[in-house]
């Protein structure tokens, strides 16, 4: 059999418009606990796909649980990147129990939704499994999760893996949804974010601009 290679992007490939991003319990009486990474990359994973979000106009949700009574606020590397933006409260540790989370969810209409949050193996496992049992395409974004133990991490990972969920990393997302140098429209939002919450590779286009003025798009 003759297979034709052509140039288009791979179906499981994902782009700023065919999915919702969910961030799920981004809060400091989770982060105390939350050993699996350390809490300056956590927090700083969190707000590069944050950002990314944002900038390529993603429908996003922002969850907590008893945020007034226990768990505290939602981190503001979050927070300050959807000024403004309503924040669903629960009681349930599952997200996807939440009657109002389901009918924004619904409303906004993505069947292939993104996942972070805290701890993995509660909050992220339970979303997960139950929006797979109902049909929906789902990914998580690792190392923007994390879990009181990297044991407890890790298994929460196999176990989504196993229900067919896709695992991603942070960085990862966000070049996942520019994709091409080309698009200009979002090329300096896409590498700025990077320059500030990319690490090395952010020091690497720092340098790059700096010493010869260079490029990705060329």
């Given at each position: 059999m003759t297979i034709t290679a052509t140039?288009?992007?791979?179906?499981?490939?994902?782009?700023p418009t065919d999915h919702a991003l969910i961030l799920i319990d981004f809060q400091s009486q989770m982060a105390f606990a939350t050993k699996s990474i350390a809490t300056e990359v956590l927090r700083n994973n969190a707000a590069l796909i944050s950002r990314a979000a944002k900038s390529f106009d993603?429908?996003?949700?922002?969850?907590?649980?008893?945020?007034?009574?226990?768990?505290?606020?939602?981190?503001?590397?979050?927070?300050?990147?959807?000024p403004g933006q309503k924040m669903f409260d629960r009681t349930s540790m599952n997200t996807w129990e939440d009657a109002a989370v389901i009918d924004e969810v619904n409303r906004i209409g993505k069947t292939r939704l993104v996942m972070a949050?805290?701890?993995?193996?509660v909050c992220i496992v339970g979303p997960v499994?139950?929006?797979?049992?109902?049909?929906?395409?789902?990914?998580?974004?690792?190392?923007?999760?994390?879990?009181?133990?990297?044991?407890?991490?890790?298994?929460?990972?196999?176990?989504?893996?196993?229900?067919?969920?896709?695992?991603m990393t942070s960085l990862q997302y966000m070049l996942e949804l520019q994709r091409d140098w080309a698009r200009t429209?979002?090329?300096?939002?896409?590498?700025?974010?990077?320059?500030?919450?990319?690490?090395?590779?952010?020091?690497?286009?720092?340098?790059?601009?700096?010493?010869?003025?260079?490029s990705e798009g060329h």
């Open positions: 140039p288009t992007p791979g179906k499981s490939l994902i782009s993603v429908p996003t949700i922002l969850t907590t649980v008893a945020k007034d009574s226990f768990s505290g606020p939602m981190f503001t590397e979050i927070a300050d990147a959807f949050g805290l701890w993995t193996s499994a139950s929006a797979i049992d109902q049909g929906f395409d789902v990914y998580f974004i690792a190392d923007a999760c994390g879990d009181i133990s990297a044991e407890a991490h890790e298994r929460a990972v196999q176990r989504m893996i196993q229900l067919g969920a896709k695992p429209e979002t090329y300096e939002s896409t590498t700025g974010i990077a320059r500030q919450y990319g690490g090395g590779y952010g020091l690497g286009i720092t340098y790059a601009k700096t010493m010869f003025n260079a």
